[in-house]
């Protein structure tokens, strides 16, 4: 099946410094990437579509200058988390989507702590 | 907006029942529904997909339904194992939207 990388795969940071989590679809090409967030016990909410080649589509409530969200190839999304704080940790998990069929593929999900 | 509810929030079964797992939406336009399961700190994996013209799919153990008209989905688990347990979550897709349920987190007891 297809797979879908994600890394790193947990990050501790400083308050105020940037951390960038990459997704990758290892077998496929994804013109279309999702990033979600995740805190305990809540379900996913998306954050974000990033669209190859296009500027990425903020759901509504995320901040667009603080998760910047670059999807340059069809094989790689990168969302980059900007002057982390601690409210900013949270569990992040990118997916990626089968053109063909709209099956999601999911990255194994980034752990970020801010200190 | 599309409101997608999955109940229990919660069930925890004796090892080899079986059970079923309820997902409901509001807006019967949907091109296609799936269902998660998803282990804790990690990533969601995708157990089953059902087409909006489809009516169920199968896949081992697990069984999943769909009847747009009634905005319902159900995940029928047979003879649970331990190793099930974990929260499954449904989603419903209109291109590229995606809209998550909250979950049932399940717990089978050895």
């Known amino acids: 099946g297809a797979v879908v990388s994600q890394h790193p795969s947990w990050v501790i940071c400083k308050s105020g410094t940037s951390v960038k989590i990459e997704c990758r679809s290892l077998?496929?090409?994804?013109?279309?990437m999702f990033w979600y967030r995740q805190f305990p016990k809540q379900s996913l909410m998306l954050m974000a579509t990033s669209n190859e080649g296009s500027k990425a589509t903020y759901e509504q409530g995320v901040e667009k200058d603080k998760f910047l969200i670059n999807h340059a190839s069809l094989t790689l999304s990168t969302l980059t988390v900007t002057s982390a704080h601690p409210e900013d940790s949270s569990f992040y998990i990118c997916s990626a989507m089968v053109a063909s069929n709209e099956k999601l593929f999911f990255g194994s999900g980034t752990q970020l702590s801010v200190l | 907006k599309q409101e997608v509810t999955q109940i229990p929030a919660a069930l925890s079964v004796p090892e080899g029942e079986n059970l079923v797992l309820n997902c409901s939406f509001t807006d019967s336009a949907i091109y296609n529904l799936q269902w998660f399961r998803q282990d804790p700190g990690k990533g969601l994996t995708s157990l089953l997909l059902i087409q909006s013209s489809q009516r169920e799919q199968t896949s081992g153990r697990l069984n999943a339904s769909l009847d747009k008209s009634s905005g319902r989905s159900t995940l029928y688990i047979a003879a649970s194992q331990p190793g099930d347990s974990a929260t499954y979550l449904c989603?419903?897709?209109?291109?590229?939207?995606?809209?998550f349920g909250t979950g049932t987190s399940l717990t089978v007891i050895p």
């Open positions: 989603a419903v897709t209109a291109g590229n939207q995606f809209y």
């Open positions: 077998d496929f090409q994804a013109t279309t």
